[in-house]
């Protein structure tokens, strides 16, 4: 089996080998590579992995250059994968059982969330740990252009899912300090997500700290009140009066 990896070091394991970027012309492989093995199933059109590679600017022989830099990366591709140049796109082609690390989170979170719907709480687990590990790894660090710019704003919303399975798993298995740092990282990811919060009390309310849920409580309500001007939803403060009650 041929693995993919897209973030964190871009590399291409085959047969005992592993290729990465500095086998594949560096940087320009790099933007070259990537964005094909993201589209994989798709031709991607040559001005599109011009934009990626040159955000700013494009050279003035710019078709020339990346012409170059694709039969670079073309060397240094294992013999099974290929890219293909027809009517003015590229495309990567790959054998049927390619394992790519992207694909491989979506399939996870898909997984993870479809046990949570049939409440098998337990098959939860492997799941959401594969694809929190995959989301963890940064994406392109270093590239600002936009192509890569969407990418990591998509991670990072494949991030909150998995790290939501996950938190479900703790919960129903009283695992309460991985579930309080899933939810940090939950609110680090997206500060104004309410639902965070309330996870966040929940599961310090369920570990016996009344005072942490309490407390981010006031995070939750300060937050939107600052960044929002608005109150914390009925449900947030439902909670909040229930746990006070408790």
């Known amino acids: 089996m041929i693995r993919l990896s897209l973030t964190g070091e871009p590399a291409i394991e085959a047969a005992g080998l592993v290729v990465r970027p500095d086998d594949l ?20 059109p040559r001005g599109d992995v011009a934009e990626i590679l040159w955000p700013a600017e494009r050279p003035a022989s710019w078709e020339a250059t990346l012409a170059a830099v694709v039969s ?19 495309q990567l082609t790959v054998p049927p059982d390619t394992w790519v690390d992207v ?39 270093g590239e600002n252009g936009p192509w890569a710019e969407a990418r990591r704003r998509e991670l990072a919303a494949l991030r909150i899912r998995a790290l939501d399975s996950a938190i479900e798993f703790c919960i129903w298995n009283g695992e309460w300090g991985p579930a309080l ?9 997206d500060p104004l997500r309410e639902s965070s919060y309330r996870r966040l009390m929940t599961a310090a309310a369920a570990s016996g700290d009344r005072a942490g849920a309490a407390r981010a409580y006031e995070r939750c309500r300060t937050m939107l ?22």
């Open 25 to 44: 012309s560096g940087r320009p492989g790099r933007l070259v590579l990537v964005p094909l093995a993201w589209n994989h199933a798709i031709a991607v």
């Open 72 to 90: 670079n990366v073309r060397k240094g591709l294992p013999a099974t994968l290929e890219i293909d140049h027809a009517a003015g796109c590229y």
């Open 103 to 141: 694909e491989a989170a979506y399939g996870a979170v898909h997984e993870a969330e479809g046990a949570i719907r049939l409440e098998d709480l337990a098959s939860v687990y492997a799941w959401s740990g594969i694809a929190t590990t995959i989301t963890k790894r940064p994406f392109l660090a």
């Open 181 to 189: 740092r899933y939810t940090e990282s939950l609110i680090d990811l």
């Open 225 to 246: 009140a600052e960044e929002l001007g608005v109150l914390p939803h009925p449900e947030t403060e439902a909670l909040y009066d229930q746990i006070l009650r408790a």
